[in-house]
């Protein structure tokens, strides 16, 4: 369904609607264990939110990103993504995803 989202998004120029479909998108990859589908996923999402300036969108983005190289093994990578989600909560002033972000980061 996501992927069906995408095309129609894409071409009714919904820029939001595309970009969270994308990211609905990487997280059923993600949750098939399809790493790198769903990476590729949520950087076309953050991508999009970044030209939007939304930047929930964008921590939320960094953050799943910050997970797949967590279950990877990929440390300080993951810590790399995570503290990028915690600065893009902060500016957006979203409490309850920064407390998330610092939990991974403990």
Same mark, same amino acid.
Request: net charge negative; charged share 20%; no cysteine.
């Given at each position: 369904?996501?992927?069906y989202?995408?095309? #129609?998004?894409?071409?009714?120029?919904?820029? !939001?609607?595309?970009?969270?479909?994308y &990211?609905?998108? /990487?997280?059923?990859? =993600? &949750?098939?264990?399809? =790493?790198?589908?769903?990476?590729?996923?949520? #950087?076309?999402?953050?991508?999009?939110?970044?030209?939007?300036? +939304?930047? /929930?969108?964008?921590?939320?983005?960094? /953050?799943?990103? /910050?997970?797949?190289?967590? %279950?990877?093994?990929?440390?300080?990578?993951? #810590?790399?993504?995570?503290?990028?989600?915690?600065?893009?909560? %902060?500016?957006?002033? !979203? %409490? =309850?995803?920064? #407390?998330?972000? +610092?939990?991974?980061?403990?």
């Amino acid at each position: 369904y996501a992927r069906y989202a995408i095309r #129609i998004y894409d071409q009714i120029e919904s820029k !939001r609607e595309l970009a969270d479909s994308y &990211h609905l998108l /990487g997280n059923a990859f =993600y &949750h098939a264990d399809e =790493y790198d589908s769903a990476k590729t996923a949520y #950087i076309d999402a953050q991508n999009l939110y970044e030209r939007l300036g +939304m930047e /929930g969108g964008i921590a939320l983005s960094f /953050g799943n990103i /910050g997970n797949l190289y967590d %279950v990877s093994g990929k440390y300080d990578s993951a #810590i790399f993504y995570y503290k990028q989600a915690l600065k893009s909560y %902060v500016q957006a002033g !979203r %409490v =309850y995803p920064q #407390i998330w972000i +610092m939990g991974n980061l403990g």
